[in-house]
C-alpha cells in the first residue's frame, strides 16, 4: 500500500504564509490613497538620466548625482533609480491634466546602517490640477497621517529643500516619548517640472509627496533596525501574519 493512503501516518501539517511586513504597509497605503482618487502606475527599475535627474531638476552638480550615493550602470548612462518620481514623468507625459497619481517600489541608493539600505521602499504621489496650493497638499497629509497613526497624533511641518518641489516641506510626528520624528517630504511641483512635461505651468500647478514604507513600518511596529525585515527571521517575520 502507497504511504500516501497510510491512515496510520500522522498528518502533514502546513503553516500559512502571509505578506512581508514591508508589502502589507505598502499595499495598505497604496490603497488608502487610491481611495483618495490617485491611479496606481508603475514603472521601471534600471532609468535614464534623463528620467531620474534631469526631467526633475536635479542638476549634474547635486550630491544625488555622484558616484558615492547613486548606483550607475553603463558609464553613467542608466541608473537603479533613487527614488519613484521618474514614473510619474513618464506617466505625465502621457497624460493631460488633471492628473492624480502614485507609485509605489523598490529604490536604491548608497546607504547601509541601522535606518537605512541599498534598497528599500518608497511610495510617491502626484496631483496636477488648476488652483493647486499648499493649503490642499497639506489636506492630504493630514488625512493621511491620521489614517496611519491615529487622529490623535501631533503633526508639523517644516521647511526643506528638494529641487521639483518649491516651496517644499518634511513632514513629522510627535512620538510617545515626545520625539518628533521625520515621516515623508512634499511640496508643491516646481514649474520647471511641469514645463518640462509639456504642462503650462501658467494654467496648472501641483503637488507631491514621498514617503519610506520601511520608516513607516518601523515606527508603526517598533522596530529600531530597518535590517530586521530582511534577515529571514521566521520568527520575527511571524509576528506580522
Same mark, same amino acid.
Given at each position: 500500500?502507497?504511504?500516501?493512503?497510510?491512515?496510520?501516518?500522522?498528518?502533514?501539517?502546513?503553516?500559512?504564509?502571509?505578506?512581508?511586513?514591508?508589502?502589507?504597509?505598502?499595499?495598505?497605503?497604496?490603497?488608502? @490613497?487610491?481611495?483618495?482618487?490617485?491611479?496606481?502606475?508603475?514603472?521601471?527599475? $534600471?532609468?535614464?538620466?534623463?528620467y531620474n535627474?534631469?526631467?526633475?531638476?536635479?542638476?549634474?552638480?547635486?550630491?544625488?548625482?555622484?558616484?558615492?550615493?547613486?548606483?550607475?550602470?553603463?558609464?553613467?548612462?542608466? /541608473?537603479?533609480?533613487?527614488?519613484?518620481?521618474?514614473?510619474?514623468?513618464?506617466?505625465?507625459?502621457?497624460?493631460?491634466?488633471?492628473?492624480? =497619481?502614485?507609485?509605489?517600489?523598490?529604490?536604491?541608493?548608497?546607504?547601509?546602517?541601522?535606518?537605512?539600505?541599498?534598497?528599500?521602499?518608497? $511610495?510617491?504621489? $502626484?496631483? &496636477?490640477?488648476?488652483? /493647486?496650493?499648499?493649503?490642499?497638499?497639506?489636506?492630504?497629509?493630514?488625512? @493621511? $497621517?491620521?489614517?496611519? =497613526?491615529?487622529?490623535?497624533?501631533?503633526?508639523?511641518?517644516?521647511?526643506?529643500?528638494?529641487?521639483?518641489?518649491e516651496?517644499?516641506?518634511?513632514?513629522?510626528?510627535?512620538?510617545?516619548?515626545?520625539?518628533?520624528?521625520?515621516v @515623508?517630504? *512634499?511640496? &508643491?511641483?516646481n514649474?520647471? &517640472?511641469?514645463?518640462? *512635461?509639456?504642462?503650462?505651468?501658467?494654467?496648472?500647478?501641483?503637488?507631491?509627496?514621498?514617503?519610506?514604507?520601511?520608516?513607516?513600518?518601523?515606527?508603526?511596529?517598533?522596530?529600531?533596525?530597518?535590517?530586521?525585515?530582511?534577515?529571514?527571521?521566521i520568527? =520575527? @517575520?511571524?509576528? =506580522?501574519?
Amino acid at each position: 500500500m502507497s504511504s500516501d493512503n497510510d491512515i496510520n501516518l500522522p498528518k502533514i501539517s502546513y503553516e500559512k504564509g502571509s505578506a512581508h511586513p514591508i508589502n502589507q504597509i505598502k499595499d495598505s497605503i497604496l490603497s488608502l @490613497l487610491n481611495s483618495f482618487g490617485f491611479q496606481i502606475i508603475d514603472g521601471p527599475e $534600471i532609468e535614464t538620466e534623463k528620467y531620474n535627474f534631469d526631467m526633475l531638476n536635479i542638476k549634474e552638480s547635486h550630491p544625488a548625482r555622484q558616484m558615492h550615493d547613486t548606483f550607475y550602470i553603463k558609464d553613467k548612462e542608466y /541608473v537603479l533609480r533613487t527614488h519613484t518620481s521618474p514614473v510619474q514623468i513618464r506617466t505625465m507625459l502621457e497624460n493631460k491634466p488633471p492628473m492624480a =497619481f502614485i507609485s509605489g517600489g523598490k529604490v536604491y541608493r548608497k546607504d547601509d546602517d541601522a535606518t537605512h539600505l541599498p534598497m528599500f521602499h518608497q $511610495i510617491e504621489g $502626484i496631483y &496636477v490640477n488648476e488652483d /493647486v496650493n499648499f493649503a490642499n497638499l497639506k489636506e492630504l497629509i493630514f488625512r @493621511l $497621517i491620521h489614517d496611519l =497613526f491615529g487622529k490623535e497624533i501631533k503633526i508639523r511641518f517644516r521647511p526643506s529643500y528638494f529641487p521639483f518641489t518649491e516651496p517644499s516641506a518634511e513632514v513629522d510626528i510627535l512620538s510617545k516619548d515626545k520625539k518628533w520624528l521625520e515621516v @515623508l517630504g *512634499c511640496g &508643491v511641483v516646481n514649474p520647471i &517640472v511641469l514645463e518640462n *512635461c509639456n504642462v503650462d505651468s501658467k494654467i496648472f500647478s501641483g503637488f507631491a509627496f514621498g514617503l519610506g514604507i520601511e520608516r513607516i513600518a518601523m515606527l508603526l511596529y517598533g522596530v529600531s533596525d530597518i535590517r530586521e525585515f530582511y534577515k529571514s527571521n521566521i520568527d =520575527f @517575520l511571524n509576528q =506580522f501574519k
